[in-house]
């Protein structure tokens, strides 16, 4: 998911510097959105590691 991120940070970037301002923005958007999302998840995923649950466990 951090590689998606990624990916649609570099694509907001390249089509910033090509002028295409609305495409930008969307992709900044997005992956602002799958990071804060991946943020998220890693952060319960380590809380429930902490906490030994047996989350990760299969």
């Known amino acids: 998911m951090l590689k998606w991120a990624l990916f649609f940070a570099v694509i907001a970037l390249v089509a910033g510097l090509f002028g295409f301002t609305g495409i ?4 900044a958007g997005i992956a602002k959105f799958l990071f804060v999302l991946f943020l998220v998840l890693f952060i319960v995923v380590v809380g429930l590691a902490l906490l030994g ?6």
């Open 24 to 27: 930008a923005a969307s992709a």
């Open 53 to 58: 649950i047996g989350a990760i466990k299969k």
